[in-house]
């Protein structure tokens, strides 16, 4: 689809264009995506697309077209119903089409006398709770009625009330109690009963669906798969909840709770992580929590890489992070007590400047490997043999030839999206995912012209996974991996007002990697969309190589548009990005004197 539009593009762009017919008059809407959206904001984009010298009208008022033929507006939705009626002129012939903004309404809710409502309203998923936490069940049912509910087996007729206007959120009828875990109780899987008084002695009663556990204290949990993960907290968004990080199969966990279906971890005193159900086994109550004291640190290396290794009892679960200047990798241990009575440097152990151990708090000891080279070139942490931690840190690659950098390398380059992913949508019908596959095909072009081995995860409109591109790039050992995307705003915010190129990275040490793209980036004359850091898109959460992404520019904003689908654009985008490359190595890379060059 889309090379048709990049036809159409280049022959618009040639003088040509202006002897087309009008029989080829169009209209092509791409926000709204339907002709009827229910949307409840003060502001909406919409954007859409045409013959360039047609005229183009939403509501009335006459708009911009681009070069692209893209034409986008704000619509300020005022009443529960807003029209918006785009009309494309050119030549005496005219196409109009309407759509409808619908602000959707929150239906009053009907009761038929006395009755609870099939709607749990809090928690709406299995919750387990330890001592001291407080256990808040809602429940919606006729207004002004007496209620009270039961923890089966356990608990009866605690009472609820029913909460104000305003607490409700405006709604009736909504009943709120709670009950405090004591130190002695122990619930396991109870569902909830919910009952309003009918006559003198009489009931109606509804169950959750959802169960109950109170109490238990630490329960010991088994990770089961390979590629879980500790999100700090239980937020998730369109990147799916901050991460810490990946952890590895046949971690154990003490976990002491859950909510919304994920077992809360405690690392250590005062420090809790959560972790997906699915990703856990349960190990059968009364196994005491999984703690280890630390035994001694080993510090050697070969040929490539610095290994730190730290005996432990258990497999613990970690989490990683870095700081720059001095460049050091920080490794906690949680679970762990110290008993680390010393350490031993190996002389192979090159990258290396030292490694010193602190007793954080209870349960939490750290590693602190200060690094010889100014440049973090990707680790790992993991377990290898039993319960030995390894941390394996690679070294700087060596250049040999400071006039060509990058020859030798392996570099991945990822085309953000494909196949059903589109990513974000341009005015004109531009795909993410096409503009960003183009660009990734000229940057290999020129990479290859440098003597890089590349890596592209994704070589054509095909949908590939987060797990497999990771996987591309450590499987091909690459040095190290840029994600190429272009940007997009929401559908409150003008089109037309953001715009500029970003550089995004999670990890602290990746940062200078993403900082000077990004500033070749900004050399192209693109406006300024600042460097992002602690970004958790799942491609920049690989500790194991240096890593960035590149947000190109706004495919939201039309004049960006144009430049994102001009190929000449594309190459220049392309070669910044090689330019900030062979900036990268040149300063964090060891650069070794060529041996003299015989005489021909
Ligand atoms: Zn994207």
Same mark, same amino acid.
């Given at each position: 689809?889309?090379?048709?539009?990049?036809?159409?593009?280049?022959?618009?762009?040639?003088?040509?264009?202006?002897?087309?017919?009008?029989?080829?008059?169009?209209?092509?809407?791409?926000?709204?995506?339907?002709?009827?959206?229910?949307?409840?904001?003060?502001?909406?984009?919409?954007?859409?697309?045409?013959?360039?010298?047609?005229?183009?009208?939403?509501?009335?008022?006459?708009?911009?077209?681009?070069?692209?033929?893209?034409?986008?507006?704000?619509?300020?939705?005022?009443?529960?119903?807003?029209?918006?009626?785009?009309? $494309? =002129?050119?030549? &005496? *012939? #005219? @196409?109009?089409?309407? /759509? !409808?903004?619908?602000?959707?309404?929150?239906?009053? $809710? =009907?009761?038929? &006398? *006395? #009755? @609870?409502?099939?709607? /749990? !309203?809090?928690?709406?998923?299995?919750?387990?709770?330890?001592?001291?936490?407080?256990?808040?069940?809602?429940?919606?049912?006729?207004?002004?009625?007496?209620?009270?509910?039961?923890?089966?087996?356990?608990?009866?007729?605690?009472?609820?009330?029913?909460?104000?206007?305003?607490?409700?959120?405006?709604?009736?009828?909504?009943?709120?109690?709670?009950?405090?875990?004591?130190?002695?109780?122990?619930?396991?899987?109870?569902?909830?009963?919910?009952?309003?008084?009918?006559?003198?002695?009489?009931?109606?009663?509804?169950?959750?669906?959802?169960?109950?556990?109170?109490?238990?204290?630490?329960?010991?949990?088994?990770?089961?798969?390979?590629?879980?993960?500790?999100?700090?907290?239980?937020?998730?968004?369109?990147?799916?909840?901050?991460?810490?990080?990946?952890?590895?199969?046949?971690?154990?966990?003490?976990?002491?709770?859950?909510?919304?279906?994920?077992?809360?971890?405690?690392?250590?005193?005062?420090?809790?992580?959560?972790?997906?159900?699915?990703?856990?086994?349960?190990?059968?109550?009364?196994?005491?929590?999984?703690?280890?004291?630390?035994?001694?640190?080993?510090?050697?290396?070969?040929?490539?890489?610095?290994?730190?290794?730290?005996?432990?009892?258990?497999?613990?679960?970690?989490?990683?992070?870095?700081?720059?200047?001095?460049?050091?990798?920080?490794?906690?241990?949680?679970?762990?007590?110290?008993?680390?009575?010393?350490?031993?440097?190996?002389?192979?152990?090159?990258?290396?400047?030292?490694?010193?151990?602190?007793?954080?708090?209870?349960?939490?000891?750290?590693?602190?490997?200060?690094?010889?080279?100014?440049?973090?070139?990707?680790?790992?942490?993991?377990?290898?043999?039993?319960?030995?931690?390894?941390?394996?840190?690679?070294?700087?690659?060596?250049?040999?030839?400071?006039?060509?950098?990058?020859?030798?390398?392996?570099?991945?380059?990822?085309?953000?999206?494909?196949?059903?992913?589109?990513?974000?949508?341009?005015?004109?019908?531009?795909?993410?995912?096409?503009?960003?596959?183009?660009?990734?095909?000229?940057?290999?072009?020129?990479?290859?012209?440098?003597?890089?081995?590349?890596?592209?995860?994704?070589?054509?409109?095909?949908?590939?996974?987060?797990?497999?591109?990771?996987?591309?790039?450590?499987?091909?050992?690459?040095?190290?991996?840029?994600?190429?995307?272009?940007?997009?705003?929401?559908?409150?915010?003008?089109?037309?007002?953001?715009?500029?190129?970003?550089?995004?990275?999670?990890?602290?040490?990746?940062?200078?990697?993403?900082?000077?793209?990004?500033?070749?980036?900004?050399?192209?004359?693109?406006?300024?969309?600042?460097?992002?850091?602690?970004?958790?898109?799942?491609?920049?959460?690989?500790?194991?190589?240096?890593?960035?992404?590149?947000?190109?520019?706004?495919?939201?904003?039309?004049?960006?548009?144009?430049?994102?689908?001009?190929?000449?654009?594309?190459?220049?985008?392309?070669?910044?990005?090689?330019?900030?490359?062979?900036?990268?190595?040149?300063?964090?890379?060891?650069?070794?004197?060529?041996?003299?060059?015989?005489?021909?």
């Amino acid at each position: 689809m889309k090379y048709i539009n990049t036809l159409i593009l280049s022959i618009l762009f040639s003088s040509a264009v202006l002897a087309q017919s009008t029989d080829s008059l169009y209209l092509n809407i791409v926000i709204p995506e339907q002709d009827t959206v229910m949307y409840s904001y003060s502001r909406y984009r919409v954007a859409a697309n045409t013959l360039p010298q047609a005229s183009a009208f939403i509501n009335g008022k006459e708009t911009k077209v681009y070069a692209t033929g893209a034409f986008v507006d704000m619509i300020y939705p005022e009443n529960d119903t807003t029209h918006i009626e785009f009309k $494309v =002129v050119l030549d &005496g *012939k #005219e @196409i109009t089409r309407n /759509m !409808v903004l619908i602000k959707p309404k929150r239906e009053p $809710v =009907v009761f038929n &006398g *006395k #009755e @609870i409502k099939d709607r /749990m !309203v809090k928690p709406g998923n299995d919750v387990w709770l330890n001592t001291g936490e407080k256990l808040v069940v809602q429940t919606m049912a006729t207004p002004g009625e007496h209620m009270v509910f039961n923890i089966d087996g356990f608990k009866r007729n605690i009472p609820m009330r029913e909460l104000t206007r305003d607490e409700s959120g405006g709604r009736q009828g909504i009943y709120q109690g709670s009950y405090v875990v004591k130190p002695s109780d122990y619930v396991m899987k109870q569902h909830i009963t919910f009952k309003m008084k009918k006559g003198l002695f009489g009931y109606i009663k509804k169950t959750s669906d959802f169960e109950v556990t109170l109490g238990g204290g630490v329960r010991v949990g088994k990770v089961i798969e390979d590629g879980a993960y500790l999100n700090t907290g239980l937020g998730t968004d369109r990147l799916g909840g901050y991460k810490y990080g990946f952890i590895e199969k046949d971690i154990l966990l003490n976990i002491t709770g859950m909510k919304n279906g994920i077992y809360r971890v405690k690392l250590a005193d005062g420090l809790d992580a959560w972790i997906p159900e699915k990703f856990v086994e349960l190990m059968p109550a009364g196994i005491e929590p999984v703690e280890s004291l630390t035994g001694n640190i080993r510090i050697s290396g070969n040929s490539s890489q610095d290994i730190i290794t730290l005996n432990l009892s258990e497999k613990l679960p970690y989490t990683t992070f870095q700081q720059l200047d001095p460049n050091k990798i920080i490794v906690d241990v949680y679970g762990a007590t110290s008993n680390t009575n010393w350490k031993t440097k190996m002389l192979s152990s090159e990258g290396i400047k030292k490694v010193e151990w602190e007793q954080v708090a209870n349960g939490q000891f750290r590693m602190i490997i200060e690094l010889d080279h100014s440049q973090n070139w990707g680790y790992s942490v993991g377990y290898g043999w039993g319960s030995q931690l390894a941390v394996k840190i690679n070294r700087p690659p060596v250049i040999t030839d400071p006039i060509n950098p990058l020859s030798g390398r392996t570099i991945a380059v990822d085309a953000g999206h494909g196949g059903s992913s589109n990513g974000a949508l341009g005015a004109s019908g531009a795909k993410e995912k096409e503009v960003t596959l183009q660009i990734t095909q000229k940057l290999d072009s020129l990479l290859k012209l440098e003597g890089v081995n590349v890596i592209l995860p994704r070589t054509n409109d095909s949908y590939v996974y987060m797990s497999e591109r990771r996987e591309a790039v450590l499987s091909n050992k690459a040095d190290l991996l840029v994600s190429i995307h272009a940007n997009s705003i929401g559908y409150t915010s003008d089109p037309r007002e953001v715009a500029g190129t970003g550089g995004f990275y999670k990890h602290m040490a990746y940062r200078p990697l993403a900082e000077i793209l990004y500033k070749n980036m900004l050399d192209l004359g693109l406006k300024d969309y600042g460097l992002t850091g602690s970004f958790n898109f799942s491609l920049n959460g690989p500790i194991e190589f240096p890593n960035a992404l590149v947000e190109t520019a706004f495919i939201s904003n039309p004049e960006e548009e144009i430049l994102l689908l001009d190929p000449d654009f594309q190459v220049k985008i392309a070669e910044q990005i090689v330019k900030g490359l062979k900036e990268f190595y040149l300063k964090h890379a060891s650069i070794e004197a060529l041996e003299e060059m015989p005489e021909k």
